[in-house]
């Protein structure tokens, strides 16, 4: 079964063709990992399927809905959550806030709720704290609850936007490069982060750099390369991929592997 | 680690401190009720000013965004009341639900086109209607008088029953007060506070989450429109009389001045800074002729010591950090 499809997506800036005629399936299970140079067009394949750049040409059909060009509030409302290459954290919020704000989709009340503020209204609340208290701790962060999320080191404000997205409930979590910046412990105890998210049900869908972190965590990989798809398939075939090898791994990267 | 009962937690500490803005904006607001005189007149207008700059907050300061005209909605609602309390002899509080739907009319029909899109288009529209509000005031002269302005605008009351009293009427701007800053503290602790907190953190990541950034801008737009009519309402009631300079360019700047003196964002920041603003003119008065300079010096000093706001001076103190 295929969770998310992307049939002949381009997208263009002015002369550029940032993604050329992509076809992609995500497969309904594990980790999917989008690799490829700089400028390959990785983030704005995320971009177009998380609705913040709409496609000139070609479809993205997500759980069996058709969500090309749809706002991304829409599309997150769909179950598809998102992380950003920068970490975009409501900085002035604490960390425990923060993951509260991402629970947004699965509770109701606005404006007249808040003003009532009924049992019900309370009780809700509880239930969204207890939620934030568990995510905190699933990405090992119930020591900084109350901390300004931009008072956090970088490695914990990639773990608290990823907690964030996962507050939201989703069927697919895209991660834009989340070790971008990270040392290799902190990459080491985000691979087991997502390895975790894999096994507890959500799909991760992964744009990443870093080989080490892709090869541990992906059970599938697409590449990219000048916004076309150059190869797709398990670790170890893309690995001996002739195409990925001269494209991306390069001679010396082939040798060493 | 022990702790010994004498000495005090770095918590209460803190919450003693942030207690302090609360205990001294109270204690002026308590003398001026018991000691009655000029300082009542003083703090009726302050009270109202609570009541705008609470709304300004929460679009401002809860939302992110900006606005230069909250001046106009209150000038729609206080001349509606005006008009129809002493031209109509509608009840107050019945004139204030018509100016109260005329307020919230008019911020719909600016902030819906002009909240979907990004960066301060939303901030030049709204000043562009506080200007065009004024102007109407000053021109339709059948309705409001131009700069004549209209009289004998009855006091406060429901059902016959009025609030004549300097001291009566600041107690029942008291009670609005706290209702007020009672909603405001209860929009802040919410799913829609959080959304809002949200929009104005990062609009992308709001997005990303299933926030309707356009949705909770514009909502965080009426709500506060709704408090800036409610000032402009009881202003007219409580002095008697309205004039389109009541609501000019001078109330937008009074209103930030208090807004970012008392601290932008925090719920006791339009209640400290609405009374500190006020006051300070009349404290200064001895300084006769240098009196506008000592205010400007006053201010600067404020804003250089406490950037964040006389109401986030708890900050002042660390939190302890857990690790």
Redo the contacts between chains.
């Keep these: 079964m295929t969770l998310l499809a992307l049939s002949n997506v381009t997208k263009r800036f002015g002369g550029l063709v940032a993604v050329d005629n992509v076809t992609v399936s995500v497969p309904e299970s594990g980790v999917t990992a989008v690799i490829g140079p700089n400028g390959a067009g990785k983030t704005t394949l995320f971009n177009v399927i998380?609705?913040?750049a709409a496609p000139d040409r070609g479809r993205v059909v997500f759980g069996g809905v058709d969500i090309t060009g749809l706002?991304?509030?829409r599309i997150?409302?769909q179950g598809l959550?998102?992380t950003?290459q920068l970490v975009?954290?409501?900085?002035?919020?604490s960390a425990f806030?923060n993951i509260?704000?991402?629970c947004?989709?699965h509770?109701?009340?606005?404006?007249m709720?808040?003003?009532l503020?009924l049992p019900h209204?309370r009780h809700?609340?509880r239930e969204?704290e207890e939620e934030a208290r568990r995510l905190l701790a699933f990405v090992g962060l119930s020591?900084?609850?109350?901390?300004p999320a931009a008072n956090l080191p970088y490695g914990r404000q990639r773990l608290l936007e990823i907690a964030?997205?996962l507050?939201?409930r989703p069927k697919l979590l895209l991660l834009d490069e989340p070790a971008a910046g990270l040392n290799s412990a902190e990459t080491t105890r985000l691979s087991d982060t997502i390895r975790k998210i894999a096994g507890g049900g959500a799909k991760v869908l992964l744009i990443e750099h870093d080989m080490k972190l892709v090869m541990s965590t992906a059970d599938h990989i697409v590449v990219l390369d000048f916004g076309r798809k150059i190869a797709e398939g398990a670790p170890d075939e893309v690995r001996r991929d002739p195409a990925v090898v001269a494209a991306y791994l390069g001679v010396s990267g082939a040798q060493r592997a | 680690m022990t702790k010994s009962p004498r000495t005090i937690s770095p918590e209460a500490w803190r919450r003693s401190i942030g207690a302090l803005p609360w205990l001294a904006a109270g204690g002026v607001l308590a003398y001026a009720f018991v000691f009655g005189g000029y300082l009542t007149t003083v703090m009726s207008f302050a009270l109202i000013y609570v009541i705008f700059v609470t709304g300004l907050n929460i679009f401002m300061g809860f939302a992110g965004q900006v606005s230069f005209g909250h001046n106009a909605f209150a000038a729609l609602s206080g001349y509606t009341s005006a008009v129809l309390t002493t031209s109509y002899a509608w009840e107050p509080l019945a004139a204030f639900g018509a100016g109260l739907a005329l307020a919230l009319a008019c911020a719909l029909v600016i902030g819906y086109p002009t909240l979907r899109l990004r960066g301060h288009y939303l901030a030049m529209a709204t000043l562009a209607v506080g200007l065009i509000v004024y102007e109407v005031a000053v021109e339709w002269k059948a309705l409001t008088q131009g700069y004549m302005g209209i009289s004998g605008i009855p006091p406060l009351g429901i059902a016959g029953l009025e609030v004549t009293s300097e001291r009566g009427q600041l107690a029942l701007l008291a009670i609005v007060v706290a209702l007020v800053l009672g909603?405001a503290w209860?929009?802040r602790?919410?799913?829609?506070?959080?959304?809002l907190?949200?929009v104005?953190?990062?609009e992308?990541?709001?997005?990303?989450?299933?926030?309707?950034?356009a949705h909770y801008k514009l909502?965080a737009f009426l709500?506060s429109a709704a408090f800036a009519a409610l000032a402009g309402s009881l202003f007219v009631h409580v002095v008697g009389f309205v004039s389109p300079e009541v609501y000019g360019l001078h109330m937008v700047v009074l209103s930030f001045t208090m807004l970012y003196v008392g601290g932008i964002?925090t719920i006791a920041g339009p209640f400290v800074g609405a009374i500190l603003v006020s006051l300070l003119p009349e404290l200064l008065r001895r300084f006769k002729d240098y009196q506008d300079l000592v205010y400007g010096v006053a201010l600067i000093l404020l804003l250089i010591y406490a950037p964040k706001g006389l109401s986030a001076m708890k900050g002042l103190v660390r939190?302890p950090?857990?690790?």
């Design positions: 998380s609705g913040f706002p991304p509030e997150a409302a959550a998102r950003f975009q954290l409501f900085g002035a919020l806030e509260k704000a991402g947004h989709l509770t109701r009340g606005g404006l709720a808040a003003l503020r209204t809700r609340e969204v020591g900084n609850a109350d901390i964030r997205a507050a939201t | 909603a209860r929009i602790e919410s799913r829609f506070g959080r959304a907190a949200a104005a953190g990062s992308d990541a709001a997005r990303a989450l299933g926030i309707s950034a909502t709500a964002g939190k950090v857990p690790r």
